[in-house]
């Protein structure tokens, strides 16, 4: 068997191996997103039950009112935490996919560099200024990928910090709400 038709088929398996490396990475993002729904209907079902058993044995408006200030805060923290973990999720499965890219990416650019070394060992006299420019433009190429690379993940790096500190300050903000909302804080603070 010749080497081209072995080299095809070996293209042809890396192929099939990215796709299904790519499908894995999807289909795994997707079973996170279903197990978190699922622990999250759960809880919320949960939840309501108890709620509805504590509403039904509250007696007077005092308790009217501190239970319903009791609601704020975790149904806040809640909604957060779920968003935060969808987010862990999606930036998981990003992550991944980049790093299949890269690797692709790297693949593709050490097959052109050993391209490029077969040429020049195959080429003509006279052509090695062609030779050396091809190399040059790779060089220049990858150098400008790399910079790319570098300041995207830069970026998603800056993103995740800011998304993490307006979280926490949006935490605070609940916390300091469902605090401020208490029956008992109000009436310190008027006679105050």
């Known amino acids: 068997m010749s080497a081209i038709p072995q080299q095809v088929l070996a293209n042809q398996k890396a192929s099939l191996d990215k796709f299904l490396a790519v499908q894995g990475t999807f289909f795994g993002g997707f079973e996170k997103l279903v197990d978190l729904n699922l ?13 509805s058993q504590q509403a039904i044995e509250v007696k007077d ?21 779920y968003s935060k973990h969808v987010y862990d999720i999606v930036s998981g499965v990003q992550a991944d996919l ?12 050490q097959q052109v560099s050993e391209a490029i ?27 400008a990928y790399e910079s790319v690379n570098k300041a995207a993940k830069q970026a998603a790096a800056a993103a995740e910090s800011n998304l993490a500190a307006a979280t926490n300050a949006t935490f605070k903000a609940a916390a300091d709400a469902a ?9 310190r603070r008027s006679a105050a």
Do not use: M, Y
């Not at 622990?39 to 709620?51: F, G, P």
């Not at 408006?61 to 935490?81: D, H, I, R």
């Not at 050396?132 to 220049?140: E, G, P």
């Not at 605090?179 to 009436?187: D, F, S, T, V, Y």
């Open 39 to 51: 622990k999250v209907i759960k809880a919320t079902l949960d939840d309501v039950a108890e709620k």
């Open 179 to 187: 605090e401020a909302a208490k029956p008992g804080q109000r009436a």
């Open 98 to 109: 980049s790093k299949l890219t890269e690797d692709q990416i790297a693949q593709g650019q």
């Open 61 to 81: 408006v005092q308790e009217a009112l501190a239970f319903t200030s009791g609601l704020v805060q975790p149904n806040a923290e809640k909604a957060l935490a």
């Open 117 to 143: 070394e077969q040429f020049s060992k195959n080429a003509p006299t006279g052509s090695e200024s062609a030779v050396a420019l091809l190399k040059s433009s790779l060089a220049t190429a990858n150098s």
